[in-house]
């Protein structure tokens, strides 16, 4: 493509928008690195699924090699299926299909498509280098700072480096994200129990948000099914790579207010366990079920945050993608899908004006001006369900948990 080499691009944070953009520029043949805080690519379980919409797929696509898109898809859910929303007892009151078409909306395991967007970039990713600082100078005209001291010089830094960013602070000062007062306990347990699925035949194909009489209380679970066993696929895509996972699972979570979760248990697994048995006693036995076989170190506790719209970016030739620059609660299905899509589009920014001539300060400009919009458009949708699902807002509620399930037939036999 004619790019020179004195351009390079260091990114901090190895998650989803870190590697779709290592993945972009790679194949433009732009010399760029990623610096990751875990000290290794498996060390933490990470056990959800994440649904991939329209944007998510399309990022995916422009920035991996058509091979690793294939293995995406092959290893995903079937398409189709539907997002159930019922009162504790798991009476519908409404349902969403969604397409089933494989390209429109597809269900993937986070661990399995990060290892994907892993492939290729031997030698590119850092493992154990936590981000704290960018500076002015050196010879390429930045420098990436790490806790241990070290540091990288880059023509362009990017933070990806998620909702705790230690970037934000000082490349957009004004925006240190909002708390809100939700929070979410996360488990994963297998989909095979007792000889059988755990999930009954009605919800095969359903993700269920039930949603607790009590206002802020609400359990949410779907289960992810393997299209291809991702160990069979990545032997035959992607030999040498090594497939993290294949069996499949339920993935659940507990949503709850934060003031539920006392300082003590946040950091402490058994803990956690105790707090979700108890806390999802009054809803229906098959959620009870779930949290009793849930494999309990793959437990988390998620605070929900909503993101602050930048004002000004600080530090020229550098900018930020993903949670770290609009962190939004995990209602709708947005925050991974927003950050493919920052991903994708800063590298074909990045990639224009190295080919055109563009200064990189205006191809980032540009990319920031097109990202604030479609982001804050998303964390405000995210936001206002959360409130509209969980909040103390009397009528939605009332209609959700008392109107509409009794229209409707129960969905699954308690027995
Ligand atoms: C339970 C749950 C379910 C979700 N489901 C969906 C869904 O269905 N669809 C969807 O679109 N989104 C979903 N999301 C949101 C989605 O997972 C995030 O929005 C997405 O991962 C954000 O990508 P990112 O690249 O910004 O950050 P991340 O993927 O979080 O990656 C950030 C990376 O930076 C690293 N890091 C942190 N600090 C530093 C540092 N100082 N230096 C270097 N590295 C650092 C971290 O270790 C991490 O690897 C869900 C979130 C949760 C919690």
Known sequence: MGISTDFSVAIAGAGLSGLCLAQYLTRAGIDVHVY?????????RQGYRIILD???????????????????????????????????????????????????TRQVDRLTLRTILQSGLDGRIHYGKSAVA??????????????????????????????????????????????????????????????????PDALRTSGVLAIADQPGRAFFFTSMRFGEDPRVAFARVAPGSYAPTGDDYVMWGLLLQ?????????????????????????????????????????????????????????????????????????????GGNTALRDAALLGHRLVQARTSGIPVEE?????QEEMIPYAFRAVDTAATLMRRLTGAAAAPHWVLTRVLPRLHRVTVPEA
Do not use: C
């Open 36 to 44: 990751e805080r875990d000290p290794g690519p498996f060390v933490r």
């Open 54 to 104: 329209r944007y998510g797929l399309e990022a995916l696509q422009e920035s991996l090699p058509r091979p690793l898109y294939r293995l995406a898809l092959a290893t995903g859910d079937e398409p189709g299926g539907h997002l159930r929303f019922t009162d504790a007892r798991l009476r519908n009151a409404f349902t969403i299909n969604f397409k089933d078409e494989p390209h429109a």
């Open 134 to 199: 960018v500076d002015n100078g050196g010879p390429a005209g930045l420098r990436l700072r790490f806790s241990d001291g070290s540091a990288t010089a880059a023509s362009v830094v990017v933070g990806a480096d998620g909702v705790g960013s230690a970037l934000r602070a000082q490349l957009t000062p004004d925006a240190e994200p909002a708390n809100t007062p939700m929070a979410g306990v996360y488990g994963r347990s297998p989909l095979r129990y007792d000889g059988g699925s755990i999930i």
């Open 258 to 334: 934060q003031n539920e979760v006392p300082m003590g248990v946040r950091g402490d697994v058994l803990a956690l366990r105790k707090l979700a048995v108890r806390m999802s006693a009054d809803f229906h036995p098959l959620i009870r079920r779930l949290v009793g076989t849930a494999e309990w170190d793959a437990t988390v506790l998620n605070l929900f945050t909503t993101g602050r719209r930048p004002t000004r970016w600080a530090v020229p030739r550098a900018t930020m993608m993903g949670d770290a620059v609009h962190a939004m609660p995990p209602f709708g299905a947005h």
């Open 363 to 367: 191809a980032i400009a540009a990319y």
